[in-house]
């Protein structure tokens, strides 16, 4: 591919921006439609207990209200991400199970007659006993969660790669530690809404969601509908960092209502709703330990990893799988063992987060430090050393492609001085690095691919119809760029039709990190097969050859007599009359192994490609009060090539935030099953006044297979940039964290351990 | 979420608020800002048949000097307020309380006298009907226990101004005008201890000044908080120090501030209010932060803020 490209790796405009700083974007709850009902849900006050009635007929009294609802309105269908994780009926008809629980939900004219309604709504509860505590949850004679999970272990992922044990006895050095992380809350601007229209047999839908094609086809199974009569339509969406992959438990209340109704139904959950009642980030437990040799190098991994998942399945197996995969396609593992145990509590469910991982994560990072400085290394030495690098296979068989790891970590360790400051690291003063891989994409079915169809307007103007769905980081402006690239015309001359199940073609969804990869890489086949098209007709217009025509501002010309050219559009019209308009498909299946199964056949090709990132923090701590400050933080990515580096900049800062600030503040508090801090007051995602002075730095890998080289852009940051924050307190404190968030209390504790305090 | 229904007047002067309170038999709320008062209402912690807003009360509104006293109007807002002339020059623990209040949008909204008169918190309080519904009653919602601490028999729910603190340091009083009159007490008298019902304003009553003396003084603020922003103090000190002698104050643990006289600067009496203040502070797990490091920092911070108006006292 050439590198003098006109559009991509550009720092446009995103083709969302006008709408979103103009307040014209209409998200969910903007919309209105004639004769439409708001919905209110009633949710379990209890977080275990049988259901021994539900009475909805008061509150079908109530004037105003047009439709109620529970569980026996729907049709016994479970939902699960697999065949072995259906569990979720969304309206549970046996049992709660968590306090926020959906139970039953009112549609009415308006919001003050929906809540008269749900207060005349009355349930039968039978107390249970709950467990709130994963590890508790794992003993025998816990209150069982569901009968197919015993000891409430939902899933177990075990992976045994080499000989560990035998490598562990003859390490030179060996340190086992338990990390513990608070879950965190997505804390997306947007809480949950959903608006469902069913009229003449047909459901249309809009909802915040990261897969239309997957939100749509859960909901016909639901709601036993053929597929092609659910239409999940296009939305601006208000950010999802995982929260958005799956169907929501609102998904099914508002089509259950308004199919009841026979009107529109929209449902807006309270902030407070959005943390208790939608999926939100899992508590964990890691004990790392790890065996190097006496030079650095890691002869062996053994993981015990503990996930609290609450009450239902959602997306386990990936879950308790992640955090360790990217780990072992950053690292060489030649004896590896991970035990991952996802345990279901009485608390709300727990899924996926772009920032999935950080006890585990956090902790093998922080002790490696520990282990190379005992060895005489730095942690720059020691990542170098352990890196992957391309052409290497992970522990689990998968091949990295392009990697640039090592020039990673080498930009950031040299623009912060990281390996003078590290050695000098006094108390109350700390640089710490934070590394990471991540697969773009992985093998999710017939679905890990991606198709996309494209047309020539008349004016010379494109359209192009892809899944692809945007979550807010930018993807349909990236799937732009890229038409706009290929077929030469303006970003402004392109129409994009996308995220609508009736239109669009099948996408894997914006949470594999697959939107670049992935569906761009379908948008660039598509426009490339429109292209050679319009410079066939060219070429015979022009008298040249094919070969020899490029596509730039809206003309067609010959590379080597410029003067040779002639407006797209004319082709365009030329094709009409021949019978044969300027349309193309184009699809893009990556290279994996479609066998890989998170817990039966772990192993195999997880990505196409997978992208690299170094985080390195400088903190500085108050030896009186244990405060973190973060005077300044660098990243440093490789994302492939970037598409439009001011919104891979973007994506790394916001990483800083969500997951390296985070990693000091952020994290979910309990009271038993209930939780403490479901708002935005008291759970502390990190101010402007908060973030530290950010450097970012773009490693262009040029990815052989990605759109132009691309891969995906800012993941890494998100799962590394604790790692970061932990290691330099580990610097300062020559210590290890034992739980995260690293609020002033536990750091306080951790310099007056080390000093010998007693509390 | 959505307010409940309610009625909403809005008094021309202070006699006037008074009359539609009577009107309302009790069952009204007086609005400032309603930066406070709102969200509570939304949460349904307080469910007012009328709201009373006093907005629109000139004399509420004004700053003067009379007799040696600022009088600040009760609907002064922070922001109006932290950029005074006598509490940049005069009060440098009010003006740092002030800055150090949420941040400047609220601080532009909120009035000092809804400051002074927020309403107590706690994690298991500060919640929605159905989540505490669920939770079940405690006493401050007129149940029969404490959620936080069993057994306890009081209420330990938290009383989170800034700017009370320093106003204590610097020997405040307040006026209060209500159906029985007017009266003008010390500003600690206003607090009553109890948690559930922490102010001994009588019903009806408006607090309408705030008299501070004005004496230069030299003081600081400390604030325990996670984020550097919006975030209410898990633990405020002041200290403002005039001639010698000083008064500190520690608030955001427990019900109701607590004054301790600086007789003198030596460093054994600073030590031993730093000491003393931590002994006495109760914090329970109702708040962002362990209890116990709340505690701590009681010590750590009192210091910190009499280090720091030291320095400026030389
Ligand atoms: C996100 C957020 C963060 C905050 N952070 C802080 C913080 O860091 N520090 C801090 O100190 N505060 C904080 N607050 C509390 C904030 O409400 C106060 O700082 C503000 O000054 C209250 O003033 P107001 O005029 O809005 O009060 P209102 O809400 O109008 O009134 C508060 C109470 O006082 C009563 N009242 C008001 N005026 C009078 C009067 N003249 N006479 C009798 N009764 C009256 C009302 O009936 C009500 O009960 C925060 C609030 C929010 C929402
Ligand atoms: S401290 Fe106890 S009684 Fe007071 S508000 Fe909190 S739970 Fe209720």
């Known amino acids: ?759 | 979420m959505i307010l409940p229904k309610f009625n909403y007047k809005k008094a021309e002067d202070i006699a006037a608020a008074i009359a539609l309170y009577e009107k309302a038999k009790g069952r009204a709320r007086y609005l400032a800002g309603g930066t406070d008062l709102i969200p509570r209402v939304k949460l349904r912690l307080s469910t007012p048949g009328t709201i009373i807003d006093l907005k629109g009360i000139e004399q509420l509104h004004t700053i003067s000097r009379q007799r040696g006293s600022l009088i600040i109007g009760a609907n002064v807002t922070l922001f109006e307020l932290k950029n005074h002339d006598v509490v940049k020059n005069h009060f440098p623990a009010l003006y740092e309380s002030l800055d150090a209040t949420s941040c400047e949008t609220l601080q532009m909204r909120g009035t000092i006298g809804g400051n002074i008169l927020q309403n107590t918190r706690c994690l298991l309080y500060n919640k929605s009907l159905e989540w505490r519904t669920a939770r079940g009653f405690c006493y401050k919602m007129g149940g029969e226990s404490c959620n936080v601490v069993p057994g306890a028999s009081e209420c330990f729910s938290n009383y989170c101004s800034d700017n009370a603190l320093s106003l204590l340091s610097l020997s405040a009083s307040v006026n209060l005008a209500g159906p029985g009159g007017e009266r003008k007490i010390k500003l600690e008298k206003l607090f009553s201890g109890n948690g559930r019902d922490p102010f001994t304003m009588r019903p009806g009553e408006i607090l309408t000044e705030i008299r501070v003396p004005v004496k230069a003084s030299s003081g600081a603020y400390e604030k325990l908080r996670v984020r550097n922003a919006i975030d209410y103090p898990l633990l405020g000190v002041a200290v403002s120090i005039r001639n010698g002698s000083g008064r500190v104050c520690v608030g955001g643990i427990g019900p109701a501030p607590r004054v301790y006289p600086l007789k003198d600067l030596s460093k054994t009496s600073l030590k031993e209010v730093a000491q003393h203040a931590r002994q006495e502070a109760k914090p329970v797990s109702n708040a962002a932060l362990s209890p116990g490091y709340r505690k701590k920092m009681v010590q750590t911070l009192t210091q910190r803020a009499v280090k720091r108006a030291l320095k400026e006292e030389k």
């Open chain 1, 1 to 759: 591919m050439s590198d003098d490209l006109n559009i991509v790796g550009k720092r446009v405009v995103r083709s969302d921006t006008l709408a979103k700083v103009t307040g014209q974007a209409r998200y969910t709850a903007d919309l209105k439609f004639p004769n439409m009902l708001t919905a209110k849900v009633l949710r379990s006050p209890f977080p275990h207990a049988r259901i021994l009635g539900i009475d909805l007929s008061r509150a079908l009294k109530v004037p105003g209200v047009k439709a109620a609802i529970s569980g026996f309105d729907a049709y016994g269908v479970k939902w699960g991400v697999f065949r072995y994780t259906q569990d979720h009926a969304m309206l549970p008809t046996d049992k709660v199970r968590y306090v926020g629980e959906d139970v039953a939900a009112v549609a009415a004219v308006d919001e003050e007659t929906a809540l008269e309604a749900l207060s005349l709504i009355k349930v039968d509860y039978e107390p249970l006993p709950a467990v709130f505590d994963p590890e508790e949850a794992m003993q025998e004679g816990a209150p069982q969660i569901h009968e197919a999970y015993q000891n409430n272990i939902n899933i177990h992922v075990h992976i045994d790669v080499g000989d560990v044990d035998r490598a562990m006895a003859e390490a030179f050095l060996v340190r086992e530690d338990t990390f513990k992380a608070a879950g965190e809350a997505y804390a997306m601007m947007e809480p949950y809404a959903v608006v469902a229209s069913y009229a003449n047999g047909f459901l249309e839908l809009w909802m915040p969601n990261a897969g239309p094609h997957v939100r749509a086809k859960a909901l016909s199974n639901l709601l036993k509908m053929p597929l092609n009569r659910v239409r999940v339509r296009h939305i601006y969406s208000g950010g999802a960092f995982g929260g958005r992959s799956e169907v929501s438990p609102g998904d099914l209340v508002a089509s259950l209502l308004s199919i009841k109704a026979g009107r529109p139904v929209k449902l807006v959950l309270s902030r407070e709703e959005n943390a208790t009642s939608t999926r939100q980030i899992h508590d964990m437990i890691a004990t790392v330990k790890t065996g190097m040799s006496r030079d650095g190098t890691i002869v062996a991994k053994d993981y015990r990893v503990i996930y609290d998942g609450g009450a239902y399945s959602s997306t386990g197996p990936i879950a308790t799988s992640i955090p360790f995969y990217v780990y072992e396609e950053c690292y060489r593992f030649p004896n590896v063992r991970y035990n991952g145990y996802r345990v279901l509590t009485n608390k709300g469910i727990r899924g996926m987060y772009g920032c999935h991982g950080r006890a585990f994560l956090a902790g093998n990072e922080s002790q490696m430090d520990l282990m190379a400085k005992e060895l005489g290394l730095d942690p720059v030495d020691v990542r170098l050393k352990n890196g992957l690098s391309s052409g290497e296979m992970t522990a689990t068989k998968s091949l990295i492609t392009s990697c640039g790891l090592a020039q990673t970590i080498a930009r950031a360790s040299e623009s912060t001085h990281f390996k003078e400051k590290w050695p000098k690291a006094k108390r109350g003063k700390g640089i710490g690095m934070g590394c990471i891989a991540i697969m773009c994409g992985f093998p999710m079915g017939f679905r890990s691919g991606s198709a996309c169809y494209v047309k020539m307007n008349d004016d010379g103007q494109a359209t192009i119809v892809t899944g692809v769905v945007d979550n807010g980081q930018g993807n349909e402006s990236v799937v732009i760029q890229v038409a706009s690239e290929v077929l030469g015309i303006p970003m402004e001359d392109i129409n994009l039709i996308n995220a609508d199940t009736e239109a669009t073609n099948l996408d894997p969804g914006a949470y594999s990190q697959a939107a670049t990869f992935v569906g761009a890489n379908a948008v660039r086949v598509a426009c490339e097969n429109a292209r050679r098209k319009i410079t066939a007709i060219a070429a015979e217009k022009l008298g040249v050859p094919a070969e020899d025509l490029d596509l730039k501002d809206r003309m067609v010309f010959s590379m080597t007599t410029p003067d040779k050219k002639m407006p797209v559009r004319w082709i365009v019209r030329e094709a009409f009359f021949r019978g044969d308009p300027i349309a193309a498909t184009g699809s893009y299946f990556p290279k994996i192994d479609i066998e890989r199964e998170w817990v039966s056949r772990p192993w195999g090709q997880m990505a196409g490609t997978f992208s690299f990132g170094t985080s390195v923090a400088e903190v500085r701590i108050d030896s009186h009060t244990g405060r973190i400050t973060v005077p300044r933080f660098t990243a440093a990515h490789d994302c492939g090539r970037p598409i439009n580096p001011m919104a891979v900049e973007g994506q790394m800062e916001g990483s800083i935030q969500q997951a390296g600030i985070a990693a000091i503040m952020e994290g979910n508090l309990w009271d038993h099953g209930f939780l403490l801090n479901p708002d935005l007051l008291e759970y502390k995602v990190p101010l402007a006044c908060d973030m530290p002075e950010i450097d970012t730095i773009i490693i262009s890998s040029m990815d052989p297979e990605g759109p132009f080289g691309a891969k995906e852009g800012g993941l890494t940051i998100r799962m590394n940039a604790y790692s970061a924050i932990a290691c330099a307190v580990t610097n300062a404190t020559d210590a290890l964290f034992t739980e995260l968030p690293l609020t002033p209390d536990r750091v306080l504790t951790i310099l007056e351990r080390k000093k010998g305090v007693k509390k």
